[in-house]
Structure formats: C-alpha cells, structure tokens
C-alpha cells in the first residue's frame, strides 16, 4: 500500500516565482490536510480539504497561499510570488474520515533564494 | 485548541525503556490523545493513540491517566533509529466538538545513547 506521496521533495524558487506542491494521499482517503514546518518549530496547519471543497483554510493566508483537491488528481498548494519567509517544509496529511488519525508524507522543502 | 505540554528533551540509553511524558490538563471527554514522531528531514510518523484505555501496539504503549489530565508513551527499549521528536496531540472524538486538526506543540526531542 503506497503511503502519502509528495512532490517534489525539494523545491527551490527566485523570489516573485511560484511554487506548486503536490499531494497524492492514500488510496481511498478523501480528506487532505496540509501543514507548514519552520526551521526548530512544530507543524502549523494550513489548509483542509475533502475532494473539491476546502473545510477550513484558517491556518493559510490570505494572500499568494491557495490549496485546491480536484476530484480527479493530487490535491495542490500553491504560492505565488514567494518570498523569502515561504522558505519551509510543507506537509501533507491524509485521513479516510474528518476525525480520524492522519498519515503524514515526507514533505516539500521549499528554498526561496 | 486543548493545548499539550511537553519536556524539550530527553536522554536515554540503547536497550532501556523510555517513559515521555504529557500534560493536557484542558483535555475534553471526547478527546482522543495521539503520539506521533518525527525522525531528521521526515515527515511525522504515526505510533500510538488512545482515548481513556492503556494501548499497546508493536511500536509503543500508552498509559493514559486515571483523570486523562496526562499520558506517558512508554518506548520498551530504546534504539538508535528512536531518535526523534515526539509529539503529543489531543484529537476530537467526533465531527460537533472541536477541531479535527492536529495542533502541534513543540515535541520532545529524544537523544538515545549508543
């Protein structure tokens, strides 16, 4: 059984360009949560989503960050125009119900230069 | 957010059992308490949860307080691949009391001694 995959593992960006992360979850989950790792620090949550509805973004903001989970295909964080402070690990989570436990994949390290 | 508390860091050596503790003193009743960890450069691993019953699985147990105010994780010998930070989450038992995301607190970073 394949696990949460993500892509890229690493990621680097010029400052203004876009990043796009990849998260295909677990066969058969339909929930999707992403969260953000800064260096020494634990997981913020960012963003949960159940295929084509975004539940609870309260953890992103509001500007440059979007997530999307398409019916068909991986689920999508998106930032656009990074800046130097995007510089993170960005994990993704799956879960087959809201309240059940989370598998986590190995993240994107994302490097703004 | 039920908030959990964690000691930084903890020693222990190769071969001997590792007791980690957690506050959570403003847990709900309907709050299940979750361990995960997380090795250098990966991402957070599953190892245990429970709601008011001790646990065992084949990675770890865990001995939840008679009041669930605190729980220990209890690693019966410790190796060198158990380095880790350990994170305990509090986690709502259902869709109408509380938030169904994890909150992260800072973990506690475990040194195994060879």
């Known amino acids: 059984n394949a696990g949460v995959m993500q892509n890229p593992r690493h990621l680097v960006r010029r400052r203004g360009q876009e990043a796009r992360l990849r998260c295909s979850p677990v066969?058969?989950?339909?929930?999707v949560y992403w969260y953000r790792q800064l260096p020494e620090e634990g997981l913020k949550f960012m963003v949960y989503l159940q295929k084509e509805n975004i539940i609870d973004e309260s953890g992103m903001p509001k500007e440059r960050f979007s997530a999307e989970f398409p019916k068909e295909g991986p689920s999508i964080l998106r930032i656009q125009q990074v800046v130097r402070g995007d510089s993170a690990a960005y994990f993704c989570?799956?879960?087959?119900?809201?309240?059940?436990?989370?598998?986590f994949g190995p993240g994107t390290r994302l490097l703004v230069l | 957010d039920a908030k959990t508390t964690q000691p930084n860091s903890m020693e222990s050596n190769e071969e001997e059992p590792v007791h980690l503790p957690c506050n959570h003193s403003?847990?709900?009743?309907?709050?299940?308490i979750h361990w995960y960890r997380q090795l250098p450069s990966q991402g957070p691993e599953y190892v245990i949860h429970?709601?008011?019953s001790n646990v065992n699985n084949r990675m770890a147990s865990l001995a939840i307080a008679e009041d669930r105010k605190s729980s220990t994780l209890i690693l019966h010998r410790a190796t060198l691949r158990d380095a880790a930070v350990y994170y305990c989450i509090l986690r709502p038992r259902s869709t109408t009391s509380g938030t169904y995301k994890y909150i992260f607190g800072t973990g506690t970073r475990l040194k195994v001694l060879a």
């Open positions: 066969k058969g989950h339909s929930h």
């Open positions: 403003t847990i709900s009743g309907t709050d299940y």
């Open positions: 989570a799956s879960s087959p119900g809201r309240t059940e436990t989370q598998y």
């Open positions: 429970g709601l008011t």
